[in-house]
């Protein structure tokens, strides 16, 4: 079985490791030192955000690594506040994190109150244009604020980021995404340790019958599923444990039987609330 981890091929022709680490709630402070792990861990896809307060870090921890750029896969995100000056907020993260590009700029949050997501996108392809970005998309959109995008703007966006976990699948927007060529990655996949999901007897029967642990049976359920996973463990034996998923598979049923444990049980706040 092949044991690298897999790539997703974008709409835009750029491709990007299905499995990575992210940092959302890990303190500035922590950051390098804890992304500096997953890296030795064999982690290449980092996931922040300028919210998160911590690219410097995940900026340090690359700068320190010795690890070639191009081996890198390296995501940060608009904040909502920042929608009316996207060109200066992508300036300012790009220093951060002490790089000349990015692999992929998202929009973090439709904020559809403020009105500005359109324009947000519009520079969000002329960062693209420039090659600063490689590849751009959105993320916490719904089905309404992509259609927008589609009918205003040029660029189709390569990805969309949401909630998505087996309690929260979000088939109707992943469904519509998917038909657009627009690729879904899962924020939250393990649920965030909100909810006993690794309790769920689908879960942990699967578990025991590959001996591997629950959330091993979970990020293995996303890979089999087509998402982008990245997961965040602040933790090197459970960033390790989260990264040795790539040697064994789910049986058909038992990804039917995890895709079951679907209950609209949405964790985070709801795209259209968050400003
Ligand atoms: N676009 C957005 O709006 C958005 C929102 C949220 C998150 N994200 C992105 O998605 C990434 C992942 O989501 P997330 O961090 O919210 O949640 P998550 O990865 O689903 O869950 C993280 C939680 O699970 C625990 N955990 C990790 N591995 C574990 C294991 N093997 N066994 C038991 N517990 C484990 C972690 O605790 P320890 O740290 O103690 O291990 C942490 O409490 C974020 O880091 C961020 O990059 C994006």
Request: no cysteine.
């Amino acid at each position: 079985m092949k044991t690298s981890v897999p790539s997703i091929t974008l709409n835009d022709g750029h491709t990007i490791p299905q499995l990575g680490f992210g940092v959302f709630k890990v303190e500035p402070t922590e950051t390098k030192r804890i992304v500096s792990d997953a890296l030795r861990v064999g982690y290449r896809h980092l996931d922040t955000a300028a919210i998160y307060g911590n690219e410097q870090g995940v900026g340090d921890a690359i700068a320190t690594s010795g690890i070639d750029r191009g081996e890198l896969y390296v995501t940060t995100k608009l904040w909502n506040a920042r929608q009316g000056d996207a060109l200066d907020a992508f300036d300012e993260s790009l220093e951060k994190l002490g790089l000349d590009y990015v692999d992929l700029y998202l929009i973090h949050w439709p904020a559809p109150a403020n009105g500005r997501f359109v324009d947000a996108w519009k520079s969000l392809e002329k960062i693209r244009e420039s090659g600063r970005a490689r590849s751009i998309g959105v993320s916490n959109f719904e089905e309404a604020h992509l259609q927008r995008l589609l009918a205003e703007t040029e660029v189709v966006p390569a990805v969309n980021q949401i909630e998505l976990h087996p309690a929260h699948q979000q088939q109707k927007v992943t469904e519509f995404a998917r038909r657009k060529g627009i690729a879904i990655e899962a924020w939250g996949p393990l649920g965030q340790g909100k909810y006993p999901l690794f309790e769920e007897t689908v879960v942990a029967v699967a578990a025991e019958a590959h001996d591997k642990t629950p959330a091993q049976v979970v990020i293995r359920w996303h890979l089999q599923t087509g998402n982008i996973v990245f997961p965040k463990s602040n933790s090197r034996e459970r960033m390790a444990e989260n990264f040795d998923v790539l040697d064994f598979a789910l049986s058909d049923s038992e990804v039917a039987a995890i895709s079951g444990l679907e209950r609209s049980g949405r964790m985070g706040g709801h795209p259209n609330d968050v400003n």
